[in-house]
């Protein structure tokens, strides 16, 4: 099993910048990558960025070159940097451990973006 435990969202004005941490306990050796998804409310959970355990990242197009999604090994922690933030950013964060069978989802964490 692995635990995954988000922080770092809060409340900010348009073109702000936050960091969300997504720290993970138990089996980590057995993740394969991590994602960060986000579920405005009414609307479908979306991915947003994803990091493999080679290092590759990806991002959806509405978050690319804004947002970059980053790993501490030693503190086995993911992170996701988020600048120039839009009020369309508003959601719940979560955090999402993919493992070689099954997956693993955290908390969440609030991210309100004011305008």
């Known amino acids: 099993q692995v635990q995954l435990v988000e922080s770092g969202g809060g409340l900010v004005q348009t073109g702000g910048s936050l960091r969300l941490s997504c720290a993970a306990s138990g089996s980590i050796f057995s993740i394969t990558a991590t994602r960060w998804y986000r579920q405005a409310p009414g609307k479908q959970r979306d991915l947003v960025a994803t990091?493999?355990?080679?290092?590759?990242?990806s991002y959806a197009d509405s978050v690319k070159g804004r947002f970059t999604i980053s790993r501490d090994n030693a503190k086995n922690t993911v992170y996701l940097e988020m600048n120039s933030l839009k009020p369309e950013d508003t959601a719940v964060y979560y955090c999402?451990?993919?493992?070689?069978?099954?997956?693993?989802w955290g908390q969440g964490t609030q991210v309100t973006v004011s305008s």
């Open positions: 990091i493999t355990m080679i290092g590759s990242t």
């Open positions: 999402n451990a993919v493992l070689y069978v099954g997956h693993y």
